[in-house]
C-alpha cells in the first residue's frame, strides 16, 4: 500500500510511490486506445499533485471550484470529493442520470474518479458534464492526487477498503474494435426488452435503443468489472462474453422495431 | 370444422396478408398454435410472428379478451395502480404482427395427429405447439374450498374479477375485522405475491381501518424475501401482521366458507376476509394433453423449453416443471424467447442461439418501498439452473427502496410491451 505510515500524498513523496501495475481505467479507457498502451494507476497509486494543479487550471476550473470557500459552479463543488456518494452535494441541479447512479450506490473514489475522468460517459451515460475526457493516465493520476488534497479525512484514504480493491481489467483494443454480430446481439436483446422498452420509451428504467456503439460497449464493461452498480445490471453482465457486448451494442444502435 | 393451413390463409384479411412476405403467399407456411395468451403465450407468439417476417402462421389462443395481468395486482388492492392499467388487449398482436388470435379455449390436443380442438368445435392442425395456459388450483388443497365458494372466500390468483372482488372485501371489512390469508405450499406461481399482497392489504387497512388485523397461515416454514418483508412489516404496520407457520398446525388446515372460519389443526378462527391461495398444478390443458408428471407439473428439456413427452410441443411458464426459476411472468417471458428461437430453427432454417434466462421480481412493501430479487440461468442436462443471483438487502436507505419501485413500474411498462406491442 502506497500510503502506510501517515505518509501525506503531497508533491514528490508520493510519486515515488507510483506502481504502473494495476490495470484500473481499463474497462473503461477503451474508447480510448491510446490509454491501453500506457501504464495506468492502480488503486494505491496517486500521482503528483503539484503537477495535479496544473491539470486542474486547464481541464476543471473553468467549471469547478475546490479549496476554502469553494461553492457550486457550473459543476459541483469539488471539496470532499472522496468518498462522497455521487450527486450529493446539496442544492447542485444534478443530471438524472448521475442521481441515479448516487442512489445505486456509485461512491467516488479513486477508481472511479479515475474512470470518470478518462471518460465521463462511460461511467454516466447522461452525465451533463461536457467533458471529453483525461486520456494520459498519469495525468489524472496528477489531477487526482490535486482533487485529493481537498478531501483529507482518513476514510477518503484511497487505500481504506473498498477503494484498495485492484482490478485486474484486460480489455486489449480489438475488443472495443470488435465488430458486434448483430444477429446474435437481436437475440440476446430480447433479454434486455424485458424491462427497456425498444420504442426508448423509459419509465423508471432507462432507454437503451440507439445508443453510439462505443457508449453501449464501455456501459456495459463497467457493469461487468462492477464499476456501475446496479444489482440487475451487474448480474446480468456478469455472463456477458465481450462478444455477447459487441453485439448487444451492434443491434441497439440500430434498433428497427 | 376443421382448418386447415389452407383455408385459413383464404380467410385471413388484407391488412394481414400485408405483413406476409408476398413469396409466401399462397404456399403453405409452418403453422405454430399457440395455447393461452399469458406471459409465456403473447410473448411467444409475438415473437414467433415479428421475427419470421410472414413465414410462419401463428395462432393464439386464448379464451378472454383482455388479459389482466397478476403483477401488479396487488398494487391495485393496494390502491398504487388501476384496474383498467392492468388489462391488456391482443388487438396489435393481430393488426401489427399478423397473428390469428382466436378467443376460444383449446379442450383438447391430439399429438399423434397434431390437432388442438376448441371448445367452439374448430380443430387446428399444427406443426409445433406451444403450452403456457399457467395454473390450475389443486381439488380439496385446502379441504372446504372449492370454486365454487370463490366468492366467500376469493383466491384472487388469476387477475380480473376476483382481485376487484377481494379488493372491495378489504375495503369495506368491519372495523377492528380479521383478514386471513390462507398461503400456498410451494410450488406456486410468484413466490413473493402473497407476501407483497398482505403488504398492500396492509397499507389500505392502516389508513382505512387501523385497528384490523391480518392472519396469515402458511403451510411454509419460510418464503421469499422473508427478511425483507418482515422487516418492512415491522417498520410500515407495526402490530397489525401475524404469521401462523407449520409448527403450529398451518399445515393442516380447513375453511368453512359459510361461516366463516378457517381450522388451523383444530383450532378455530373467525376472519372477516378470507383470501385463499390452493396449491397449484399446471393448467389443465397440459394435462389433458398428457404433459404433466405426478406431480400435475409438465417437465421440460432445460435448453429450448420443449415438452419431455413430445418433441413437438414447448411448454412455458407456470404450467413447466423446468429447474430454478420461479413461476413468475418473468420467468416466463423470457423462456418464450428462447422457444421461439428454437421454434424458428426447426421450422424456418434460422440460426439457433444457445437459452438465455433471466429473472427479476420486484414487490412494494409500502408507499415508495420496493424491493426486488433476481437471477440468471442457464440450462444444465438435468434443469435450468441458477448462475448467478442478487437480492434487496435490509437496512437500505429510502431513496434507493423508492428507486427500486420506480424500477418496477419501469419493467411493467417493459414487459407488457414485449407481450402485446
Ligand atoms: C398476485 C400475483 C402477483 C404477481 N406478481 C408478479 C410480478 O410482480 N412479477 C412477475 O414476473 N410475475 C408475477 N406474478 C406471476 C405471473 O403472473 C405468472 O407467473 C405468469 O403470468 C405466468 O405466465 P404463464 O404464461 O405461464 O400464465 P398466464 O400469464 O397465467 O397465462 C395463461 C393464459 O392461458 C390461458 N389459458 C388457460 N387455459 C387455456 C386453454 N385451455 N385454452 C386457451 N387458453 C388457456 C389463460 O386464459 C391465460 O390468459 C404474479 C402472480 C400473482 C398471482
Same mark, same amino acid.
Given at each position: ?5 501517515g505518509?501525506?500524498q503531497?508533491g ?16 473503461l479507457?477503451l474508447g ?5 498502451a500506457q501504464?495506468t ?9 503539484e503537477k495535479g494543479r496544473?491539470?486542474?487550471q486547464d481541464?476543471?476550473? %473553468?467549471?469547478h471550484?475546490?479549496g476554502?470557500?469553494?461553492a457550486?459552479? /457550473?459543476?459541483p463543488h469539488l471539496?470532499?470529493?472522496?468518498g462522497?456518494?455521487?450527486?450529493a ?5 444534478? &443530471?438524472d442520470?448521475?442521481r441515479?447512479m448516487?442512489?445505486?450506490?456509485l461512491?467516488?473514489?479513486l477508481r472511479?474518479l479515475?474512470?470518470? /475522468?478518462e471518460?465521463p460517459?462511460s461511467?454516466?451515460s447522461?452525465t451533463?458534464?461536457d467533458?471529453?475526457?483525461?486520456? %494520459?493516465a498519469?495525468d489524472r493520476a496528477?489531477?487526482l492526487?490535486? /482533487?485529493?488534497?481537498h478531501?483529507?479525512r482518513?476514510?477518503?484514504m484511497p487505500?481504506?477498503?473498498p477503494?484498495?480493491r485492484?482490478?485486474e481489467?484486460d480489455?486489449p483494443?480489438?475488443v472495443l474494435?470488435?465488430?458486434g454480430?448483430?444477429?446474435w446481439g437481436e437475440?440476446?436483446? &430480447?433479454e434486455?426488452t424485458?424491462c427497456?422498452q425498444?420504442d426508448g420509451?423509459? &419509465?423508471?428504467?432507462p432507454s437503451?435503443t ?5 457508449r453501449?460497449?464501455v456501459a456495459m464493461?463497467a ?8 444489482q440487475?445490471m451487474q448480474? /446480468?453482465?456478469?455472463?456477458l462474453? %465481450?462478444?455477447d457486448?459487441a453485439?448487444?451494442?451492434a ?6 422495431d | 370444422?376443421?382448418?386447415?393451413r389452407r383455408?385459413?390463409l383464404a380467410s385471413?384479411?388484407?391488412a394481414?396478408?400485408a ?5 409466401v403467399i399462397?404456399q403453405?407456411r409452418?403453422?405454430v398454435?399457440v395455447?393461452?395468451?399469458? *406471459?409465456g ?7 414467433l410472428?415479428?421475427? *419470421?417476417?410472414?413465414?410462419?402462421d401463428?395462432v393464439l389462443v ?7 395481468t397478476?403483477y401488479f395486482s396487488?398494487l391495485?388492492?393496494?390502491g398504487?395502480w388501476g384496474l383498467a ?7 396489435t398482436l393481430a393488426?401489427?404482427h399478423?397473428?390469428n388470435v382466436?378467443?376460444d379455449w383449446?379442450?383438447?390436443v ?6 388442438v380442438?376448441?371448445?367452439? #368445435?374448430a380443430?387446428?392442425?399444427?406443426d409445433?405447439?406451444?403450452l403456457?395456459?399457467?395454473?390450475d388450483f389443486v381439488?380439496?388443497s385446502v379441504?372446504?374450498?372449492s370454486?365454487t ?5 376469493p ?10 372482488l ?10 377492528? #375485522?380479521v383478514?386471513?390469508m ?6 406456486y406461481?410468484?413466490?413473493p #405475491?402473497p407476501?407483497e399482497?398482505? $403488504?398492500m392489504v396492509?397499507?389500505?387497512?392502516s389508513?382505512r381501518n387501523?385497528t384490523?388485523?391480518?392472519l396469515?397461515?402458511?403451510?411454509k416454514?419460510?418464503?421469499s424475501?422473508q427478511a425483507?418483508f418482515?422487516?418492512?412489516?415491522a417498520r410500515?404496520y ?6 401462523v ?5 398451518a399445515?393442516?388446515v $380447513? ?5 366463516m372460519?378457517?381450522?388451523i ?16 398444478k399446471?393448467?389443465?390443458i397440459?394435462e389433458i394433453?398428457g ?8 417437465p421440460?428439456?432445460?435448453?429450448n423449453?420443449? *415438452? ?6 414447448h411448454v412455458?411458464?407456470?404450467a413447466?416443471?423446468q429447474?430454478?426459476m420461479?413461476?413468475?411472468g ?5 423462456q418464450?424467447k428462447?422457444?421461439a428461437?428454437?421454434i ?13 434466462? *433471466?429473472?427479476?421480481?420486484w414487490?412494494l ?17 438435468e434443469?435450468?439452473a ?7 438487502q ?6 434507493l ?10 419493467w411493467?411498462n ?5 407481450m402485446?406491442?
Amino acid at each position: 500500500m502506497g500510503m502506510r505510515g501517515g505518509r501525506r500524498q503531497t508533491g514528490k513523496a508520493v510519486t515515488a510511490y507510483r506502481r504502473a501495475t494495476g490495470a484500473l481505467a481499463l474497462a473503461l479507457g477503451l474508447g480510448l486506445g491510446a490509454a491501453l498502451a500506457q501504464p495506468t494507476i492502480g488503486a494505491e497509486d496517486l500521482g503528483d499533485a503539484e503537477k495535479g494543479r496544473a491539470h486542474w487550471q486547464d481541464e476543471c476550473a %473553468d467549471c469547478h471550484q475546490i479549496g476554502p470557500g469553494a461553492a457550486n459552479d /457550473i459543476g459541483p463543488h469539488l471539496n470532499r470529493v472522496f468518498g462522497r456518494r455521487a450527486a450529493a452535494v446539496a442544492d447542485f441541479p444534478y &443530471s438524472d442520470s448521475i442521481r441515479r447512479m448516487g442512489r445505486d450506490g456509485l461512491y467516488w473514489t479513486l477508481r472511479t474518479l479515475d474512470a470518470y /475522468i478518462e471518460n465521463p460517459y462511460s461511467l454516466v451515460s447522461g452525465t451533463r458534464m461536457d467533458y471529453p475526457g483525461l486520456t %494520459d493516465a498519469e495525468d489524472r493520476a496528477d489531477l487526482l492526487a490535486f /482533487i485529493r488534497l481537498h478531501s483529507d479525512r482518513p476514510s477518503d484514504m484511497p487505500e481504506a477498503a473498498p477503494t484498495a480493491r485492484r482490478v485486474e481489467v484486460d480489455l486489449p483494443p480489438e475488443v472495443l474494435e470488435m465488430r458486434g454480430d448483430r444477429e446474435w446481439g437481436e437475440y440476446l436483446a &430480447s433479454e434486455c426488452t424485458t424491462c427497456h422498452q425498444r420504442d426508448g420509451a423509459a &419509465s423508471g428504467i432507462p432507454s437503451i435503443t440507439f445508443w453510439p456503439e462505443e457508449r453501449f460497449v464501455v456501459a456495459m464493461h463497467a457493469y461487468r468489472e462492477g464499476l456501475r452498480p446496479h444489482q440487475v445490471m451487474q448480474t /446480468i453482465a456478469r455472463r456477458l462474453t %465481450d462478444e455477447d457486448i459487441a453485439a448487444l451494442a451492434a443491434y441497439f444502435a440500430t434498433i428497427d422495431d | 370444422m376443421r382448418i386447415h393451413r389452407r383455408t385459413l390463409l383464404a380467410s385471413m384479411g388484407a391488412a394481414t396478408a400485408a405483413f406476409a412476405a408476398p413469396a409466401v403467399i399462397g404456399q403453405t407456411r409452418p403453422r405454430v398454435v399457440v395455447i393461452g395468451g399469458g *406471459s409465456g403465450g403473447a410473448t411467444a407468439a409475438r415473437y414467433l410472428a415479428r421475427d *419470421s417476417d410472414g413465414a410462419l402462421d401463428v395462432v393464439l389462443v386464448e379464451p378472454t379478451r383482455t388479459y389482466y395481468t397478476c403483477y401488479f395486482s396487488n398494487l391495485y388492492l393496494g390502491g398504487f395502480w388501476g384496474l383498467a392499467d392492468l388489462g391488456h388487449s391482443y388487438g396489435t398482436l393481430a393488426a401489427r404482427h399478423g397473428i390469428n388470435v382466436i378467443h376460444d379455449w383449446a379442450t383438447g390436443v391430439d399429438r399423434d395427429a397434431q390437432t388442438v380442438t376448441l371448445a367452439g #368445435g374448430a380443430v387446428l392442425d399444427y406443426d409445433r405447439l406451444v403450452l403456457s395456459p399457467g395454473i390450475d388450483f389443486v381439488e380439496d388443497s385446502v379441504p372446504g374450498w372449492s370454486v365454487t365458494a370463490q366468492n366467500r372466500m376469493p383466491h384472487a390468483y388469476k387477475a380480473g374479477s376476483q382481485t376487484e372482488l377481494l379488493k372491495a372485501q378489504v375495503e369495506n371489512m368491519r372495523e377492528g #375485522g380479521v383478514f386471513a390469508m390462507v398461503a400456498p405450499p410451494n410450488p406456486y406461481r410468484c413466490p413473493p #405475491g402473497p407476501y407483497e399482497r398482505i $403488504s398492500m392489504v396492509a397499507h389500505v387497512l392502516s389508513e382505512r381501518n387501523p385497528t384490523a388485523k391480518i392472519l396469515i397461515v402458511d403451510p411454509k416454514e419460510s418464503f421469499s424475501k422473508q427478511a425483507l418483508f418482515e422487516e418492512g412489516w415491522a417498520r410500515h404496520y407495526p402490530g397489525m401482521i401475524e404469521r401462523v407457520g407449520p409448527d403450529f398446525g398451518a399445515d393442516n388446515v $380447513s375453511v368453512d366458507p359459510e361461516a366463516m372460519t378457517i381450522d388451523i389443526d383444530g383450532m378455530l378462527e373467525e376472519v372477516d376476509v378470507c383470501n385463499v391461495i390452493p396449491a397449484q398444478k399446471a393448467g389443465r390443458i397440459a394435462e389433458i394433453a398428457g404433459l404433466t408428471n405426478e406431480a400435475g407439473w409438465a417437465p421440460v428439456v432445460p435448453a429450448n423449453m420443449k *415438452s419431455r413427452m413430445d418433441d413437438r410441443i414447448h411448454v412455458l411458464g407456470d404450467a413447466s416443471a423446468q429447474g430454478d426459476m420461479p413461476k413468475s411472468g418473468f420467468s416466463a417471458n423470457s423462456q418464450a424467447k428462447v422457444a421461439a428461437n428454437a421454434i424458428r430453427h426447426e421450422l424456418l432454417e434460422a440460426r439457433l442461439f444457445p437459452a438465455r434466462y *433471466s429473472n427479476t421480481c420486484w414487490s412494494l412493501i409500502a408507499d415508495d418501498d420496493g424491493v426486488k430479487v433476481g437471477a440468471s440461468y442457464e440450462p444444465t442436462e438435468e434443469k435450468i439452473a441458477s448462475v448467478d443471483s442478487f437480492i434487496s438487502q435490509t437496512g437500505e436507505d429510502a431513496e434507493l427502496r423508492r428507486q427500486t419501485y420506480e424500477e418496477s413500474i419501469g419493467w411493467y411498462n417493459g414487459i407488457v410491451a414485449d407481450m402485446f406491442s
